[in-house]
């Protein structure tokens, strides 16, 4: 547990950090829940993606809104950085620590918004 920690420690500081998915209770989720969060955590840090790319990704292409219900009920959130999923107009949909919170992780990860709000993709999604 202290190891979680002091890696949590590290990301909320800006470090680039990759957690052991092994320690965390995903057996207790759904296969469509685990596979959204699995999916998830691939994105890297500094990187976006949608709900729909995701929901492309875990073999269910129409389910992007299952894949958002999925993230907002992430029981591993910054373990799981779901903060990296956004629409696909590039707005920054939901977040269960709110929008403020949201824009800072990205922000932390060096992603920009433009004036409206939206991400500012210097890169394809991921």
Known sequence: MTRLVSRLELFLDGSPVC???RILA?????????RALLAESRVPRGRVTTYAR?????????????????????????VIPCHRAIRSDGSPGGFQGGLTMK????????????????VVLDQPFF
């Open 54 to 78: 995701l929901a492309a990704r875990v073999g269910a292409p129409s389910s992007a809104r299952a894949v958002g219900r999925a993230l907002a009920t992430n029981p591993f959130p910054l």
């Open 103 to 118: 824009r800072a992780l990205l922000e932390q990860e060096d992603i920009r918004f433009s004036p409206s709000g939206r």
């Open 19 to 21: 957690f052991d998915l």
């Open 26 to 34: 995903l057996d207790q989720c759904t296969d469509f829940r685990r």
